[in-house]
């Protein structure tokens, strides 16, 4: 099994910035893919970025793209979501996902992710 928390999130303005933490506890070996996805108020979950902590290889969503960078320690088994400019639009619940099947190519789908974080609240007002 493998543990993942997030944290960082928080009530920002338009433009700013926020650094989330997803941080993997566990069998961490069995989480080589993780990635975040958002879940707005009655929109459906959509995935943002995620990394390969083995090959580094990233994956970003068209809408986050030069906006937000996604990173990893592994020493510290935990990655980051550097998020700046942010806008109203990003305003969700972002969840860290862990994906135990190893790959190159980071996957954007949730049915590909086998574990999840309980989410924090990223909330960005104008």
């Known amino acids: 099994q493998v543990q993942l928390g997030e944290s960082g999130g928080g009530l920002v303005l338009a433009g700013d910035s926020l650094r989330l933490s997803c941080a993997a506890s566990?069998?961490?070996?069995?989480?080589?893919?993780i990635a975040w996805f958002r879940q707005a108020p009655g929109k459906e979950r959509e995935f943002v970025a995620g990394?390969?902590?083995?090959?580094?290889?990233?994956n970003y969503a068209d809408s986050v793209k030069g906006r937000f960078t996604i990173s990893r320690d592994n020493a510290k088994n935990t990655v980051y979501l550097q998020m700046n400019s942010l806008k109203v639009e990003d305003t969700a619940v972002y969840h860290c996902?862990?994906?135990?099947?190893?790959?190159?190519?980071?996957?954007?789908?949730?049915?590909?992710?086998?574990?999840w974080g309980q989410g924090t609240q990223v909330t960005v007002s104008s």
């Open positions: 566990g069998r961490t070996y069995s989480s080589p893919i």
């Open positions: 996902a862990a994906a135990s099947k190893s790959r190159r190519e980071v996957p954007a789908s949730s049915s590909d992710y086998n574990y």
């Open positions: 990394i390969s902590r083995i090959f580094g290889s990233t």
